[in-house]
């Protein structure tokens, strides 16, 4: 990034319009509503050694914090959390991540918000492979090598498909796994309002999901058709369906089975 010149610096910024104004304070108001994400301080000792250690003088209250961040109970498995994160945060032969890079990591894990360690070792998973990924991009924006991108390139298409297979796998966790499939069945009669039929997954007897308790016949509304309309046929006289067998005109019998008489015609 450019440093300003001497000139930029002199330069006064102007007030913020109007609508900048009103985007303030509406993030303002935002802002109060969120909760502080946990954070840390690095800090490098006399002796050359870098630490992390809490920002502030309420021990109990820090640590109560770190507990809910990672939606536990167990201080060891939150303090081994930070650590996993820390790791993966870091820069190449660093120790430790710089401050910022450890309480963005963390703030993504409050953003998350796990409810128990099985979502908690999730989240720390989703801020790592995000994090991988990133830094393969960075790898790949600043290459000429043809080889180095495709490596680096593959590399972040990989971590960028696991975040969004973690993301599906933390949504299937916190609905419980189950899935709700919901069949429709729209039935519209001449002159008549269409009937919708909801069917959910899970204790429905079979012959509801087969045919949604239609009759096996179609009801007489549905063959209606308009007064004077002749049906069209291949006889000139137009004397109506041909008739096998014997000569003359039936109705046709109802194709609905009558109880205690499956198979009977057979």
């Known amino acids: 990034m450019a440093k300003p010149s001497k000139t930029d610096e002199a330069k006064p910024l102007r007030e913020p ?23 840390y301080s690095v800090s490098t000792s006399p002796e ?8 502030h003088s309420d021990t109990a209250g820090h640590l109560l914090h770190c507990l809910d961040t990672f939606g536990t109970a167990s201080s060891d498995f939150a303090s081994n959390a930070v650590t996993q994160l820390g790791s993966v945060l870091r820069e190449e032969k ?23 360690e099985i979502e908690a ?18 790898k790949l924006a600043y290459t000429s090598d043809v080889d180095r991108m495709e490596k680096f390139g593959n590399i972040a298409t990989k971590m960028m498909r696991t975040y969004t297979t973690q993301l599906e796998a933390l949504a299937k966790l916190r609905r419980g796994g189950a899935q709700t499939v919901r069949v429709e069945h729209v039935h519209v009669y001449q002159g008549g309002q269409a009937i919708v039929g909801n069917v959910q997954g899970g204790g429905v007897p079979r012959g509801q999901i087969e045919n949604g308790q239609q009759a096996h016949a179609t ?29 003359g005109e039936a109705p046709v019998p109802d194709a609905r089975r009558r109880e205690g008489k499956r198979g009977a015609g057979r």
């Open 17 to 39: 319009d109007d609508r900048e104004k009103a985007a303030m304070d509406r993030a303002l108001e935002r802002y109060k509503a969120r909760p502080a994400a946990l954070e």
């Open 48 to 55: 050359g050694g870098v630490g992390i250690k809490r920002p």
């Open 94 to 116: 660093q120790e430790l991540p710089t401050e910022q890079a450890l309480n963005a990591g963390l703030a993504a894990v409050s953003g998350i918000a796990p409810q128990d």
């Open 121 to 138: 070792m999730l989240a720390v998973q989703m801020v790592a492979t995000h994090d991988v990924a990133m830094k393969a991009l960075r």
């Open 219 to 247: 009801d007489a509304r549905a063959l209606a058709v308009a007064p004077g309309a002749p049906m069209l046929c291949a006889d000139p006289a137009g004397t109506g369906m041909p008739v096998a067998g014997s000569v």
